[in-house]
């Protein structure tokens, strides 16, 4: 786990360890496991640092938040948008983002699509799974996915690349197995349904405290904050 006075390259070492082992368990490659740095409260240098020791893809909570950093810190990373969007920040963020992890209603799909084609843009998102049912949390039923992606494949400007999750946050990770299991499971029924405009390619699951149980369960997208960045 990571020490709170460990540096970025020690920690980063240290995940990719934790994902070898979990990869291993599981008979998959680790190279195929994207860690996105989630930089969220993290000041520009010590993105710096991340980006220099290897880290090329970086998660932002909020539109605002991002919109800072990206001008700010010029490098060739990749931008996530990992916290819920809003309708009405759309227009702010589809020049700057490589894959939004929160597509969570038609709204929200049919307002990103419209800004897109305006610009004449090809928008990767991934559809946001509240699998537990938290009330607490963003996110479509597993019940309603493959009918909402359907529906939002007919929306050109927009590329459904894959399902995220945010899993509830328990002592022991191992108990929270389950969510990530019916994630998977429904990311490949909905890709044997083989809908047009829709390549179910990405994973993104799994969080500092219980990323090697979501790689053991076919997670190949981390978003890990505190584990790399140490905590705010």
Known sequence: MTRENSNISENIDAIRTRILTAAAKSGRDPQSIKIIGVSKAVDVERIKEAYNCGITDFGENRVQELCEKYDIVNMECNWHLIGHLQTNKVKYILDKVSLIHSLDTIELAAEIHKRAQKDDRQIDALVQVNVAAED?????????????????????????????????????????????????????DIKQENIDNVNMDYLSMGMSNDFEIAIEEGSNMVRIGTSLFGKR
């Open 136 to 188: 607490t949390k963003f996110g479509i039923s597993p019940d309603e996915a493959a009918d909402f992606i359907k529906e939002v494949s007919g929306m050109g400007n927009i590329r459904i690349k894959g399902l995220m999750t945010i899993a509830p946050m328990v002592p022991n990770p191992a108990e929270i197995r389950w969510v990530f299991a019916k994630l998977r499971k429904l990311l490949i």
